[in-house]
């Protein structure tokens, strides 16, 4: 089996293990990856994680990938947007997401690109990025490591905060984990420095350094662990039985 | 006592250079046959609040928005509001962009009769930076720490799409999520709701079916009979949102005038017919994530 594992499931392996010690918090994976790298997480070394349907329910086990019967769901409790605002005002979360710009602060934009008021390109908005980066612990997944992501300076504007106003949010604010299409990062280097944890297969430290628009620290330039043969089962045959994953890389 | 109104009459409540606000979630249970009556009125210059999806993308196409208070605009499916965008990127709109919790916020406040409310969030980020208005607040007690006064959003007028109604304005959101619409009700001086249903009170099911009475009548200034009346949007659990028309909507950013021809200025029945009448509708699945 190992001989064909895709850098999808790589990376699905390595964002799991961001909820690795949460213990019983609300897991949001946002997008693809991110998703069945919380169902994952759920199902291996967190199972008392929570995780909804995608809309407003609470279920017992990560909704797979893809249609499905959703009347089988086992529903355990109950989740709308109010009830997620409350959730993470409290700080019993941790989201998983994909900005358009991460800083070396590790401050994230998903708002616009250029000049504010005269932007370049229209994004989302800030959504719920401000709230979440205050009030409790985020991960991040980027499937194009690049210097158009991962910037120099700052973000274009900071939707999510940072390490500099660390301060402001009583010392809550984190980035856990950062995986990307070229490795595995967190924020734990001096200063809350951005450092590389590990190098997907076939990925240098020049590629990485060369990709990113602000300096890195290396912890370690070893080469990132493959998912186990348990986790390959879960990913295959549970969490993404059609293969949706794999649209990720085009692989 | 009799609040049943026509879209038509919705419109003599409305004026231009007021704050609207729209109730619904993103591409999710919109109040669309309102907007689009908006839209094909002379009312301009609107503050319009919204967690937003086609409903303010529609408007900006009309050249409807002065100012948008907002958290995000998307249609889910597509992820970005390509005419949101254009109204951006070409400078058509001024804009308060808050966090989706920041917007809760102001509209609980104007709820609860508040000036402001305190919140940590927002600091860090330049929704400070864009937003100069919002002032701060320090903690009278020991702790002494410093909050954004996140002021209150007053609306003059709410607009929301409910699954069913009585004439006295007696309405449930059956779907799982309300989202935040009984907040609007409450932060608005007038609100209007369209309903899938128009029923007597005796149909709405007594006990039963009040758990589904998110705000009470009195919140109610007129209630509109409008079948399908979310779509483009999704009306859980009647009917998901449908995936093609969004499409072509979010095409028609490029070159309006075909949608126009093909959807708008129409009655409400027209509309209905003209995207494939209320069977064709009720067939769309509900999104699954």
């Known amino acids: 089996m190992s001989d064909s594992i895709s850098l999808a499931e790589i990376c699905i392996s390595q964002a799991s293990k961001a909820w690795q010690d949460d213990g019983e918090i609300l897991a949001t994976g946002i997008g693809l990856i991110p998703r069945i790298a919380a169902g994952l997480a759920k199902l291996t070394h967190n199972p008392d994680l929570m995780m909804t349907d995608g809309e407003t329910y609470l279920i017992s086990e990560p909704a797979p990938m893809g249609k499905r019967d959703s009347s089988a769901d086992q529903v355990e409790g109950y989740m709308s947007y109010s009830r997620v605002f409350e959730n993470l005002w409290g700080g019993k979360r941790h989201a998983m997401v994909t900005p358009t710009q991460l800083d070396s602060f590790g401050q994230t934009n998903i708002s616009v690109i250029g000049n504010y008021d005269s932007p370049k390109i229209q994004l989302l908005g800030v959504r719920g990025f401000p709230g979440n980066s205050i009030n409790h612990k985020n991960s991040i997944f980027i499937p194009n490591h690049s210097k158009k992501t991962f910037v120099e300076g700052e973000v274009d504007m900071v939707s999510g905060m940072g390490y500099k106003n660390k301060e402001l949010s009583n010392g809550i604010f984190e980035i856990k984990r950062v995986v990307t299409n070229l490795g595995v990062f967190d924020f734990n280097g001096k200063n809350n420095c951005m450092q590389l944890l590990s190098l997907h297969p076939n990925v240098s430290v020049d590629d990485v350094i060369a990709n990113t628009g602000f300096k890195i620290a290396i912890q370690s330039d070893s080469i990132t662990s493959m998912p186990s043969s348990e986790e390959l089962v879960l990913i295959r045959e549970v969490l993404d039985p059609q293969g949706i994953r794999n649209t990720i890389f085009g692989e | ?289």
């Not at chain 2, 007021?18 to 249970?29: D, K």
């Not at chain 2, 929301?160 to 004439?167: A, F, G, I, T």
């Open chain 2, 1 to 289: 006592m009799n609040k049943v109104l026509t879209h038509k009459d919705v419109l003599d409540h409305l004026q231009s250079n007021t704050i609207i606000g729209i109730g619904g979630w993103g591409a999710r249970r919109k109040p669309m046959s309102l907007v689009r009556e908006i839209c094909q009125s002379d009312i301009k210059d609107l503050t319009v609040v919204s967690y937003g999806g086609p409903d303010v993308g529609l408007l900006c196409a009309h050249k409807k928005i002065k100012k948008l208070i907002f958290g995000f605009v998307s249609l889910d499916v597509i992820p970005l509001e390509a005419h949101f965008r254009k109204a951006r990127q070409n400078k058509e709109i001024e804009v308060m962009e808050l966090d989706e919790g920041m917007l809760q916020w102001g509209l609980r406040s104007a709820a609860m009769n508040l000036p402001f409310l305190p919140t940590r969030v927002g600091f860090g980020t330049d929704v400070l930076t864009h937003n100069p208005e919002l002032k701060f607040v320090t903690s009278p007690y020991k702790d002494k720490e410093s909050f954004i006064a996140m002021p209150a959003i007053k609306l003059d007028v709410a607009l929301l799409h409910v699954n069913k109604s009585d004439e006295k304005g007696n309405t449930q959101i059956i779907g799982p999520d309300p989202f935040f619409d009984d907040l609007f009700a409450r932060a608005a001086e007038k609100t209007f709701v369209s309903s899938e249903e128009l029923l007597s009170t005796e149909e709405l099911g007594g006990k039963d079916g009040a758990i589904f009475n998110r705000f009470e009548r009195s919140l109610v200034t007129g209630v509109v009979h409008s079948p399908c009346g979310a779509h483009p949007t999704s009306c859980s659990p009647s009917y998901g949102f449908d995936t093609k028309h969004l499409k072509e909507y979010s095409d028609s950013a490029k070159s309006f005038n075909d949608y126009a021809d093909k959807y708008m200025n129409k009655t409400h029945q027209d509309y209905i017919e003209s995207v494939g009448g209320t069977e064709e509708i009720t067939k769309i699945p509900l999104p699954q994530f």
